[in-house]
């Protein structure tokens, strides 16, 4: 049993590891965070200001490589509509929606087992 779940885990890895990547490419390929800066007349200067600072020049590999790095070491970014890491936002999200599954998963089982 041990040996069949060490292995699952381990196919999974390039799974994850196609998956993060193919989604990493789709939204660079769509969204571009340094257009917020193309206003006004130093706009070509704020954007390759940006794109240096974010190191969006580089090559996809290269992006992902560094995203992927930094996302291991716990470093996911800043959120751009809080103004604050990204791990802070998602931890401070964490306890409601756990309460959110348990008080889910506690009412839909008292209903289906007074249905069934």
């Not at 890895?13 to 340094?34: E, G, K, N």
């Not at 130093?42 to 992006?63: P, T």
Request: with cysteine; charged share 15%.
């Amino acid at each position: 049993m041990i040996t069949y779940i060490s292995r699952r885990a381990l196919y999974s890895i390039p799974v994850i590891l196609i998956a993060s990547f193919l989604l990493f490419f789709a939204v660079r390929a769509t969204f571009d965070p340094c257009v917020k800066f193309a206003l006004g007349r130093e706009g070509a200067q704020n954007v390759r200001r940006c794109q240096d600072n974010f190191h969006l020049n580089d090559g996809i590999f290269s992006q992902y490589g560094r995203w992927l790095g930094d996302a291991a070491q716990g470093d996911l970014g800043l959120s751009e509509q809080k103004n604050q890491s990204v791990s802070t936002v998602l931890s401070d999200g964490m306890w409601p929606t756990l309460q959110l599954i348990f008080w889910g998963i506690l009412i839909s089982a008292v209903v289906s087992v007074a249905l069934g």
